[in-house]
């Protein structure tokens, strides 16, 4: 594949990370599902570097990740995965439940023979990484949940739906563009297939199985992850800790890469002892976290 090129419009992703912009995309088989898999390959300066995972939202592909994986490839290796049915991965032919998604991502990594990672997960991706998380906590470092769904308190397919519209005149033309594209790749009937299984999840409770630490972020004007909701589950998560991100709405990693990467590198600076928090914990906004060098 063609080097990754700078997104238009990005003035969040610095010049050091963009250069490693080469991507390796492949398709990896698990069963009778696929993934496709777009890898970038961290620095090799030194020996041991923090693998990063981003596993996308409902109707969404690894498009929308672009800005921060270029970032985060500036700090260690990163994998974005087009899960079955969206982006370029093929449809199945029957409903794909929360723990299927999290066995695929399994197998994936497996293959890829990637070790332990710092899972990242959008809006539905939140509770793939959830999943994994519990499942598979051999894989996982730590975990972050940006935008994370579905607030207990508005489980309702139409305040849902309203929340993703009002959400759509805050974000920016490429974000909508992305969006917009994406939803029509993967298709009416697979969104609607899997929107049953999103909202039913309960990611409260699975969430406080998960033992490693836990970074929950969100623009301060999504409406879809609202601030009660987000402290709610940095309350719940054992090693919980919350990032909020001023002026931006549900796709905060792609208006906002360079802060969204600084938070998540700030949170995983203990990398690699798993379920450690270096800088405490805390159930309050944070918004304070220095931009790596």
């Not at 963009?18 to 995309?25: D, G, I, K, Y």
């Not at 390959?41 to 592909?61: C, D, E, K, N, Y």
């Not at 999943?131 to 489980?155: C, F, K, N, Q, Y």
Request: net charge positive; glycine share 10%.
């Amino acid at each position: 594949m063609a080097p990754l090129g700078k997104s238009a419009g990005d003035t969040n992703v610095s010049p050091t990370a963009r250069t490693h912009q080469e991507v390796t995309a492949r398709i990896i088989g698990t069963g009778t599902l696929s993934a496709h898999v777009y890898s970038m390959a961290g620095p090799r300066t030194v020996s041991a570097r923090p693998v990063f995972v981003l596993l996308h939202g409902i109707g969404m592909s690894h498009r929308y990740y672009r800005r921060l994986q270029v970032v985060l490839a500036g700090h260690g290796d990163t994998h974005s995965i087009d899960l079955p049915g969206f982006g370029a991965a093929a449809t199945p032919d029957r409903q794909i439940s929360i723990a299927d998604y999290a066995a695929v991502v399994a197998d994936t990594l497996d293959a890829l023979g990637a070790g332990q990672v710092i899972v990242v997960g959008h809006s539905m991706g939140s509770q793939f990484a959830t999943e994994l998380a519990v499942t598979r906590p051999d894989l996982v470092s730590h975990v972050v949940l940006i935008g994370p769904v579905v607030d207990s308190a508005r489980r309702n397919v139409v305040r849902q739906s309203l929340a993703l519209g009002l959400d759509s005149l805050m974000e920016s033309p490429s974000g909508n563009a992305i969006v917009f594209t994406d939803y029509v790749r993967s298709g009416l009937r697979w969104y609607l297939t899997e929107l049953p299984v999103m909202m039913s999840y309960e990611l409260e409770a699975r969430l406080a199985k998960v033992t490693q630490s836990v970074l929950v972020v969100r623009g301060s004007r999504d409406p879809v992850a609202q601030r009660s909701w987000c402290h709610k589950l940095t309350a719940i998560a054992p090693h919980g800790r919350f990032l909020e991100i001023p002026g931006q709405p549900h796709i905060v990693q792609h208006g906002a890469a360079a802060k969204t990467a600084a938070g998540i590198l700030a949170f995983a600076r203990d990398w690699p002892q798993s379920g450690t928090l270096t800088q405490g914990t805390s159930a309050a906004p944070t918004t304070g976290f220095a931009e790596p060098a």
